[in-house]
DNA sequence: TCCGAGCTCTTGAACGATCCAAGCGGAGTG
DNA sequence: CACTCCGCTTGGATCGTTCAAGAGCTCGGA
């Protein structure tokens, strides 16, 4: 068939469909079957088409077999900048979480990058082309264009991050529960007797910094504990941590900071270094995402740690689900993170 | 024209070639040669047919131009299992860089995983799929079987990193130059007056950790110092480098310590924690990848810091250079990292 | 014996783009 | 005026797969 066509070519063009069912002796269609729909064949034919892919190696032809299902099997994530300087390897670890995940899916992960507007543009071409099936979007802070776009243009996609802006969203998502967290944290060190735990945060403007904080704040008043002066919020930044802390262990002296990042909290350790305190002996410190950071850093972190996996394992379903049904109703999911405690909180 | 075909569907499916050439009022070819080769249409057909194009908001089905043209653009990158635990953000911010550059170069990075032979066959499938155009190799380790069957195989691909263990070998790869990264790291700590500069590295079996020795070795020697008993290779983590940093500060008293990685400098900054020595005023460290760690941590660590937005740039020409000539000869190219410098060297 | 159901496999067409070679008109030339 | 040539345009073929429909066969029941 191939030979048959190019009788002079010598070197090895990959084979098709057509290859292998003229060497097992049945249709084309066939060997689509015996690919796709193995129950469809007979036993004995299946195993003779089977050896003939093995001898020949086919493998299918992604572009082909895209063009025909209109799928590419591949969902598409943009990679937001790099913010040097701040602790957040999140997306890093999530984005091999997904890959992992979706493997096992049979998706693949396509990145692409683009800010602003260019961002959209991203989405669009993506999307029109027919390169990817689905998006899976990460940064969903409050009135994120790219999500209100993807949910204008009905484009599917799976969030990881609430719909803050918008709790009538019908996307799905998956997040993780901050406020949980910093609860978490805040009643570690309530538990080893800590009474003052300064709260440092992100600006009132970002929802997850609030979530976070709203964390602290229930679990010190749920031990009638006052949260009045123990809180300051800032970027995130390691001076703005730094600067904060000083402030706050002057005014109002905490033995303890929980801190909405990592981030943060190793600003707190650079305060406590110049005042020649000792972080779990004198100060206990807890950060957010248990970043490398917090791992190495002397003398370790404490830190919330998000279950990315999961998130990644929940995220993928979505897709799946979405993916299968056109008229999938998304819905959220809220995923519970854990404490990895270090030496910092004593 | 597609509206004949479907008459009782309202929802608008993506709009084809035809379609705009029915609407310009010209033939398929000439649309697509108003996309793909605008030079050879009169300028007023041309004006129209982009009219046209806008109009109908087409976008070409990247599929069907896949199957025709047998190319994905599309270029495979392998995430390799995160190391918790490691301060190795460079795997990451090359990523982003690689993503960043390709989308000017017209292609798009599609992320895959798998360990060990599953590795190999995630190349493979992705290979003989035509998923992908080519491989962006990071870790060229030695005898990664990863190069060696991309090599055998003759699979189009650029590799960041030597052919460590085949000088002989001939594809294109970039790498930076580690020796010269701690020799300048260790001549920093020389001019600052330090005569005795302890090295940390990675064990003898590692090309990489090697090289970067030589780079601290040859700076001690061109001032004539001597290297014996001052060196000390262990694993890349953090213990490892504390424990040998306790070990060397016991047995050579180095006044100043250079590391083949952020991970081993974090794990010297925990030692002198420990014996209550500050890092830059008591003892010098020098670390190499200038991760997040080493700018957020107490007190800023020194560090090697690899260019690798230009190793991007410079693997993305590469890639199309191989895909643009089949012959293509590859050639290496070695880039020179930068040193950048923060308290913990004084 | 015949018919329909059920199973297995085959056939022709379609997906949407690009490549190819021929067609067509207009400008340039003898 | 006829002819050639050049440049834009055209229809048809093609990439490799899956879909939709149908053909051949076996088997059981009337």
Not at 142 to 162: C, D, H, K, M, Y
Request: charged content about 25%; glycine content about 8%.
């Amino acid at each position: 068939m191939r030979g048959s066509r190019t009788t002079t070519r010598i070197s090895v063009a990959a084979p098709t469909l057509a290859d292998v069912a003229e060497s097992a002796g049945v249709s084309r269609q066939t060997v689509s079957n015996a690919v796709n729909n193995p129950d469809l064949l007979r036993p004995d034919t299946l195993v003779r088409v089977q050896e003939a892919i093995a001898e020949l190696g086919y493998v299918p032809n992604r572009a082909a077999r895209n063009l025909r299902t209109r799928a590419s099997h591949l969902v598409g994530l943009r990679l937001s900048p790099v913010l040097e300087g701040n602790a957040t390897a999140v997306g890093d670890r999530f984005v091999h979480s997904l890959v992992w995940t979706s493997r096992e899916a049979g998706y693949h992960v396509l990145l692409f990058s683009g800010e602003g507007p260019a961002a959209i543009d991203g989405y669009e071409d993506l999307l029109r082309s027919t390169a990817v099936d689905a998006f899976v979007v990460t940064d969903t802070y409050l009135g994120n264009p790219q999500a209100t776009w993807l949910r204008e243009r009905r484009a599917p996609f799976v969030a990881f991050g609430r719909p803050w802006d918008d709790p009538d969203a019908r996307h799905p998502w998956v997040d993780v529960d901050g406020a949980a967290g910093t609860e978490m944290a805040t009643r570690h060190l309530l538990d080893k007797g800590h009474t003052r735990v300064a709260w440092i945060g992100w600006r009132k403007d970002s929802f997850i910094g609030e979530d976070r904080r709203s964390g602290w704040s229930r679990a010190l008043r749920e031990r009638g504990l006052s949260t009045t002066g123990m809180a300051s919020r800032v970027e995130d930044t390691v001076s703005s941590g730094r600067e904060a802390s000083a402030v706050l262990l002057d005014e109002a002296r905490p033995s303890a900071f929980v801190c909405a990042s990592d981030t943060l909290a190793m600003g707190v350790l650079h305060t406590l270094a110049e005042r020649g305190l000792q972080p779990g002996r004198d100060i206990a410190v807890a950060g957010f995402d248990d970043s490398q950071v917090a791992q190495v850093v002397h003398p370790g972190l404490t830190s919330v740690r998000q279950p990315l996996e999961e998130v990644a394992v929940a995220v993928v379903r979505s897709l799946e689900d979405l993916l299968a049904t056109p008229s999938y109703v998304g819905e959220g999911l809220l995923l519970t993170p854990s404490l990895t405690v270090r030496p910092s909180t004593g």
